[in-house]
């Protein structure tokens, strides 16, 4: 497994497992503490694992925490999903940059996102398994929910939306939702 930082987002990094494959399919470690740590970060950090699963179209996101944030990683276990970063860190050098990757049960790419970042992604395929290990108990009062088609953050979404959660459809604007942060 080896670590890439990200350019665009700083802290962010992609982890790349090295899959053993033959007849009966692959094997591959998709944590690896020592590789975390090699890069800066606390492997004993990330204390809750989340799963979902979504049909082709299904978008999710933006979200980020308030407070301190939260930091995760995120896997496409299964299928594809399009994964997008946005910094909100404004002391960041690389605040406000948009990222976008995408993630697959092929590849297994593990994605670090930093706290203050606001994530979200789209299925690809019929069905997408996403994969979350998360360094802090999950808080709603602390949820924070930015509108994905936000033209200040012009994000390509590949697909046509076919399904997301109210509070996704109904979240605000970047300004709006964190009127603090310069337009």
């Known amino acids: 497994m080896k670590?890439?930082?990200?350019?665009?987002?700083?802290?962010?990094?992609?982890?790349?497992?090295?899959?053993?494959?033959?007849?009966?399919?692959?094997?591959?470690?998709?944590?690896?503490?020592?590789?975390?740590?090699?890069?800066?970060?606390?492997?004993?950090?990330?204390?809750?694992?989340?799963?979902?699963?979504?049909?082709?179209?299904?978008?999710?996101?933006?979200?980020?925490?308030?407070?301190?944030?939260?930091?995760?990683?995120?896997?496409?276990?299964?299928?594809?999903?399009?994964?997008?970063?946005?910094?909100?860190?404004?002391?960041?050098?690389?605040y406000r940059n948009v990222a976008s990757f995408e993630l697959s049960g092929e590849t297994q790419v593990t994605l670090y996102v930093p706290a203050g970042c606001a994530h979200g992604f789209q299925a690809l395929t019929g069905t997408a398994d996403t994969a979350y290990r998360i360094d802090r108990p999950h808080d709603p009062a602390e949820d924070v929910t930015i509108a994905f088609d936000d033209p200040e953050l012009a994000i390509p979404w590949p697909l046509p939306v076919t399904s997301m959660s109210q509070r996704d459809r109904e979240a605000p604007s970047l300004a709006k939702a964190l009127p603090h942060h310069e337009s």
Do not use: M, N
């Open 3 to 94: 670590a890439t930082e990200v350019p665009a987002i700083d802290g962010a990094y992609l982890f790349e497992p090295t899959p053993h494959a033959d007849d009966r399919g692959f094997f591959c470690r998709t944590f690896d503490a020592d590789v975390v740590r090699s890069v800066g970060l606390d492997p004993g950090a990330f204390i809750q694992d989340s799963l979902s699963r979504s049909a082709q179209g299904v978008l999710r996101g933006l979200h980020l925490r308030s407070g301190a944030g939260e930091a995760k990683l995120v896997r496409c276990s299964y299928g594809r999903i399009f994964d997008v970063v946005v910094d909100l860190r404004t002391d960041s050098p690389t």
